[in-house]
């Protein structure tokens, strides 16, 4: 992710986590049943409903990253974007790690968004605070 010159390339931060959330979102969305069996929530319709609106919510920001990923990210450049990426991606590893540790029968599957998450928390983390000026500026 980091380069011989240590910047960091974020069309490819952006890539990877519109894809991962984008999967996430869709399947949230046309599978919540299934998938609130497979982690053993309650299969009420009112469960089924939060995780297909999460769904969404997570392929907006699919999309969101998707879009945006050409541009300038970093510094005040795609700002509120990268504190929004990174705003859910910390919060969400705070929860993640508080539900994985305090809570030995959550299925192993739970490790791999934490660490998924805990991934992409530290990137945004390092693109919300790093000057992208030495980077190659797009040509139109």
Known sequence: ????KKEMNTRLVM???????GIIGI????LPNEISVY????????FKLVLQILGALLFGFAM?????????IGGIYNRPAVIANFT???????????????????PCIFWIPTVAYMVFALLFG???????ANEKKPTI
Do not use: Y
């Open 39 to 46: 982690i053993g929530i309650s299969s009420a319709i009112s």
């Open 1 to 4: 992710i980091l380069s011989k």
């Open 88 to 106: 859910h991606f910390f919060i969400g590893v705070l929860a993640l790690i508080k539900g994985v540790f305090a809570h030995n029968g959550l």
């Open 126 to 132: 390092l693109i919300l605070f790093r000057n992208p």
């Open 27 to 30: 399947s949230l969305t046309f």
């Open 15 to 21: 890539t990877i986590s519109a894809l991962f959330l």
């Open 64 to 72: 969101l990253n998707w879009m945006i990923k050409e541009g300038i």
